[in-house]
């Protein structure tokens, strides 16, 4: 639902101003540091991009257990209320940076993996009609506990 809206917004962006999104090229990264059982870990996800962006997100997925605290950072997205979806609606500049809290479970234990990826809509040149879909790096991002996230 939230990405038929984002394409819904840049349709009308497109038509009222004339300007189609075209990023040339997108990299998304995220990192973290050790996580303990019990206690919040906080995620951070870095996004670079050339050219022009109406519209952006990041889609999340987390452990098993493991659950949303908040979000924020100089360039803190809009968060859909039901599952782990930020997007912006006016893009920040390149680069884009915001961080994410999440609680971990008492129960965690070895190895963890969390994958994002950032998504955007093509330019409205009729060809393409899908998101495009960028995964963050390192894709998972491996995150063992009391010990460091794997590079």
């Not at 189609?20 to 870095?46: C, D, F, Q, W």
């Not at 039901?82 to 971990?104: C, E, G, H, L, R």
């Not at 008492?106 to 990826?117: C, F, H, L, V």
Request: hydrophobic share 45%; charged share 20%; with cysteine.
């Amino acid at each position: 639902m939230i990405i038929k809206k984002m394409v819904l917004i840049c349709i009308l962006l497109f038509v009222f101003c004339g300007v189609a999104p075209a990023a040339e090229e997108m990299t998304v990264t995220h990192r973290t540091s050790p996580y303990i059982p019990g206690k919040s870990l906080e995620v951070a996800i870095n996004i670079e991009y050339t050219g022009k962006l109406l519209a952006a997100g990041v889609e999340v997925t987390l452990p098993d257990g493991w659950t949303y605290v908040s979000h924020g950072g100089a360039d803190k997205p809009l968060k859909h209320r039901s599952d782990m979806q930020f997007f912006w609606v006016n893009i920040p500049a390149s680069p884009i940076n915001f961080t994410y809290v999440v609680k971990v479970p008492k129960g965690a234990a070895g190895t963890q993996k969390i994958s994002a990826r950032a998504f955007y809509p093509p330019p409205l040149d009729g060809k393409r009609t899908k998101m495009f879909k960028i995964a963050a790096q390192p894709d998972p991002l491996i995150i063992k506990p009391n010990g460091s996230a794997a590079k």
